[in-house]
């Protein structure tokens, strides 16, 4: 969500905040959503008997400590996945309030990354190297599949992510996406070739570059991530044969099978990494997530083996568009000098079409 640099003063931040998601085009389901979370955080911070405080405290005066005091409420009363939803709408309310002055900082920025720490920490999830991913890969020819496994192995993005993709968010230096399909990349990846544009907006349920989405997108905020030859290749590859489509926005993956030509959705992506993965033994049908390589799984991947690479924590964290807006800030500024070159030179070769690392 942009915002100008207008400073302001609200007497009610969260009905400011309100009503900034409602000029922001947010329906009135994700608006009342947002209300709840946030008015009961409030109640919480307000309450000397639940807070850390032993006093009321206004959201701006609210710490670190009281958001993770809050979070931890919330642990046994609804599931871990709505834990993180909850948490991800207060860290775009500070993120959001702190952009346009209201607050001095956004304490939920170590909250979220903490949180995003714990869920990678799994010392139970299967390991699986890279030559053994770059022999699951050899067995993929479908040039949809493969795309869609290469391009989750490759930039670590979430399924809903992938499935919001649309062609003005990829730049190839090949130009044979402007030339076959007349779409021009979008402005934000001017002066970035080789890179793909994955913003924060598409939200499920709601209209997005004139369509309506079936997943949001869970990033806090935009990130441009490198495409590197390999990636390049095999989308190139698939926009090939990749069927027309009627959708307006000109999704980058759509289906090749009953809903032909359709935005591809969550789903569909899980269907086929689950298919190619119980050919190889990785998937049995009533194992956990430490048994089972699914989609997410690929995100575990792309963090594990390109942390251990760069040694760089913060690019990697950058890149699954997990970090808070400084950092972010950095990052984007030295995007050339920085990232890209730091991510061309230690990603993993998963083709076997270079040298192995």
């Known amino acids: 969500m942009s915002v100008d640099s207008t400073e302001a003063d609200p007497d009610d931040p969260i009905a400011y905040f309100l009503e900034d998601l409602t000029f922001h085009g947010k329906t ?8 709840r979370v946030l008015r009961d955080f409030e109640a919480f911070l307000a309450d000397s008997d639940r807070n850390p405080r032993g006093r009321g405290v206004d959201p701006g005066e609210a710490t670190y400590r009281d958001c993770m005091a809050y979070v931890y409420t919330l642990r046994g009363s609804v599931s871990e996945s709505t834990v993180a939803t909850y948490a991800a709408y207060l860290h775009r309310f500070y993120a959001y309030m702190t952009q346009v002055g209201a607050f001095d900082a956004n304490p939920m920025t170590l909250v979220a990354e903490e949180m995003d720490e714990t869920v990678e920490k799994d010392p139970q999830r299967r390991e699986i190297s890279v030559p053994e991913m770059r022999a699951f890969l050899a067995d993929i020819d479908h040039p949809l599949h493969r795309a869609v496994v290469v391009t989750l192995l490759k930039t670590g993005m979430r399924v ?33 070739p080789d890179s793909i544009y994955v913003p924060t907006e598409p939200t499920v349920g709601e209209s997005y570059n004139g369509e309506v989405r079936s ?10 991530i490198p495409v590197d030859a390999e990636l390049g290749k095999v989308l190139l590859r698939w926009l090939a044969v990749r069927p027309d489509t ?8 759509v289906s090749t ?5 359709t935005r591809l959705n969550p789903a569909a992506v899980r269907h086929i990494v689950e298919q190619h993965a119980r050919e190889r033994g990785w998937y049995h049908t009533g194992g956990g997530s430490a048994e089972n390589v699914t989609p997410h799984y690929f995100r575990h991947f ?3 083996h390109l942390r ?12 699954r568009g997990d970090v808070a807006s400084d950092i972010i800030d950095t990052y984007t500024h030295n995007w050339g000098d920085q990232v890209r070159d730091t991510y061309v030179t230690h990603v993993y070769s998963l083709l076997g079409e270079t040298a192995p690392r």
């Open 28 to 35: 009135e389901r994700t608006r009342d959503a947002y209300e």
């Open 160 to 192: 809903g992510e992938l499935c919001n993709l649309d062609l003005r968010d990829l730049w190839l230096s090949n130009t044979q996406v402007v030339e076959e399909y007349g779409v021009s990349p979008r402005a934000q990846l001017s002066g970035h």
């Open 215 to 224: 997943a949001s997108n869970k990033r806090m905020r935009e990130t441009i």
């Open 246 to 253: 009627r959708s307006e926005a000109q999704p980058l993956f």
């Open 257 to 261: 099978s009953e809903d032909w030509g």
């Open 302 to 304: 792309f963090t594990t």
């Open 308 to 319: 251990d690479r760069t040694g760089d924590r913060g690019i990697v964290k950058y890149l």
